[in-house]
């Protein structure tokens, strides 16, 4: 579960990063065009004071909206980031281990259920200091042994 959990931030991350490249490249093909723009108008006629008042505004809200874009967009890159450092627990010999808080909530059951367990010897741990700990490759044994095919 944890590693479904950082392969979706992977993939979000990369998707953040799109954005930013076509963010940028929004922006830069913006500022093409209104250039454009300008230089055709300019050329063409001679723009009336109103006129080029009009399309200085329309620039810069655009600038606006895409400077707010870009923002928008490196915050949620630096917030996701963060996200996966914090939620990404590097292994032990390729191993990940898990709290028996972090059992219940996986497995959905009490920590009581996992003390049980435990001590009728269904569930291999390691004891470290006071605290108890489950390799996941073990649990996810035990749940393959106990699956059954539905019968229909």
């Not at 300019?42 to 723009?47: D, L, V």
């Not at 996992?114 to 996810?140: A, L, N, P, T």
């Amino acid at each position: 579960m944890n590693n479904q959990l950082g392969k979706q931030l992977i993939s979000l991350l990369e998707l953040v990063e799109k954005l930013s490249v076509i963010a940028s490249e929004i922006k830069t093909h913006t500022k093409s065009i209104v250039d454009q723009s300008m230089n055709k108008s300019g050329s063409m006629t001679t723009p009336k004071k109103d006129d080029s008042l009009m399309k200085h505004a329309k620039t810069n809200q655009s600038d606006e909206r895409i400077i707010s874009l870009m923002k928008t967009i490196e915050t949620l890159s630096s917030t996701l980031s963060e996200i996966r450092q914090s939620t990404m627990r590097r292994p032990l010999n390729n191993e990940f281990y898990l709290t028996d808080n972090e059992l219940s909530v996986r497995l959905k059951i009490s920590r009581r259920t996992i003390q049980e367990w435990r001590y009728s010897g269904q569930i291999s741990y390691f004891r470290i200091g006071g605290k108890m700990v489950f390799r996941e490759s073990d649990i996810q044994a035990i749940l393959e042994k106990g699956f059954r095919n539905s019968f229909r």
